[in-house]
C-alpha cells in the first residue's frame, strides 16, 4: 500500500494565525508519532498515539501545540497563534504497533511562519 | 535521558571510496540505536537497527553499523558509496523498555564527488 503522506507539503502562516496540518498513516497501523525538525537539526519528538488515545505529548513546546486523531487513522497537528520559531519541518511516521516496530515517516510540511 | 552525537556536520568522499559516519549515544541501559537517511524532499528512512544480540547490524543499501557497548558507539559504513547515497544521515537511540521513541542526533550530511 502507499506510505505515510502528510498535506499540504508547505504552509506559508502570517505570525499570529493558526495552521493545521494532516498525517495520513500506513492503513492499519496503530501507532502514530509527531516530530518537528528545524533547519539543521534532526528530529524532535512532539507527540505518539496509539489508535486514538493520545499516550504522550511530553514533547509539544507549548500549549499553542495540539494534536488529535479522533477516530485511530488520520492524524491533525494544529498550531494556534503560529510565531516564527515554529518555523520546521513537522514529521509524521506510523508504525505497525508501536513499541519497538520500524517507524515509516511521511515526506513532511514544511512550515514557513512570516 | 538518552542522546546522540554526531560530531561530523558534514562528510566528503569521492564515490568508490568506503565511508564511516561517526555517532556516540549516552543512555545508562541498554539501547535501541538507528541510522535513517533522508534525502531532499524526502522522510527518513531506516537504514538499519540494533536492538540485542550481533552487535554487527546490516541493513539496506550495503549499509552496515556495529555497535561497541564500551566506546557508547554505533557507527555506519559502507566499504564503496555510490552517488546516489549523497543525503542526510541521522542517528538514534531509544530506551528499551520504555516508548521506544527515537532521539535524533544532528545529522551528519554526506557529500560525494565523482
Known amino acids: 500500500g502507499a506510505g505515510v503522506s502528510q498535506s499540504p507539503r508547505y504552509k506559508v502562516a502570517k505570525r499570529g494565525q493558526d495552521v493545521a496540518l494532516r498525517c495520513d498513516p500506513i492503513s492499519g497501523h496503530v501507532s502514530l508519532f509527531w516530530y518537528q525538525q528545524a533547519l539543521g537539526q534532526g528530529p524532535e519528538f512532539l507527540t505518539y498515539?496509539?489508535?486514538?488515545?493520545?499516550?504522550?505529548k511530553s514533547g509539544l513546546p507549548s500549549d499553542r501545540f495540539f494534536a488529535e486523531r479522533p477516530e485511530g487513522s488520520v492524524s491533525t497537528l494544529k498550531i494556534q497563534r503560529t510565531q516564527q520559531e515554529d518555523s520546521a519541518v513537522y514529521l509524521c511516521?506510523?508504525?505497525?504497533?508501536?513499541?519497538?516496530?520500524?517507524?515509516?515517516f511521511g515526506p513532511g510540511t514544511r512550515l514557513t511562519v512570516l | 535521558a538518552q542522546s546522540v552525537t554526531q560530531p561530523d556536520i558534514h562528510i566528503t568522499v569521492s564515490e568508490g571510496a568506503s565511508l564511516e559516519l561517526r555517532c556516540n549515544y549516552s543512555?545508562?541501559?541498554?539501547?535501541?540505536l538507528f541510522w535513517y537517511v533522508q534525502s531532499p524532499g524526502q522522510g527518513l528512512q531506516l537504514l538499519l537497527k540494533?536492538?540485542?544480540?550481533?552487535?554487527l547490524v546490516q541493513g539496506i543499501k550495503g549499509f552496515e553499523a556495529e555497535f561497541k557497548r564500551s566506546q557508547s558507539s554505533f557507527n555506519l559504513r559502507k566499504p564503496s558509496v555510490h552517488w546516489s547515497d549523497a543525503a542526510e544521515y541521522f542517528c538514534?537511540?531509544?530506551?528499551?523498555?520504555?516508548?521506544?521513541?527515537?532521539?535524533f542526533g544532528r545529522g551528519t550530511s554526506l557529500i560525494v564527488h565523482p
Open positions: 538514534a537511540v531509544g530506551a528499551q523498555g520504555g516508548s521506544y521513541i527515537p532521539t
Open positions: 511516521a506510523s508504525s505497525r504497533t508501536g513499541g519497538s516496530d520500524t517507524q515509516y
Open positions: 498515539f496509539q489508535n486514538e488515545a493520545q499516550l504522550d
Open positions: 540494533y536492538f540485542s544480540g550481533d552487535t
Open positions: 543512555y545508562g541501559a541498554t539501547p535501541y
